[in-house]
């Protein structure tokens, strides 16, 4: 089962191309279990008002816990829920 996660960005954002790096680790470690959408905030005036501050953001859904940065590789998989060695 492929788990799908939101990914919160906007252009010109330094943080979430750091964080874009980061999920792109995720996708090559593990091909098969995530998909992820990109949703940029700036189209929606709600989601500028939950995540303006906070961006990037990560959130799988189904769950309502979110990933806010400042977060790396080894972060990222204890919030997915993989075991890291």
Request: overall charge negative.
């Amino acid at each position: 089962m492929i788990a799908e996660l939101t990914f919160y960005t906007t252009e010109g954002c330094h943080l979430c191309e750091d964080a874009k790096t980061l999920l792109q680790q995720l996708l090559s470690d593990y091909p098969d279990q995530y998909q992820v959408e990109i949703v940029d905030i700036v189209c929606v005036d709600s989601l500028i008002e939950q995540y303006g501050t906070r961006i990037p953001v990560i959130k799988q859904n189904g769950l309502t816990a979110d990933l806010g940065w400042p977060f790396d590789y080894k972060g990222l998989l204890r919030f997915l829920g993989e075991n890291i060695e």
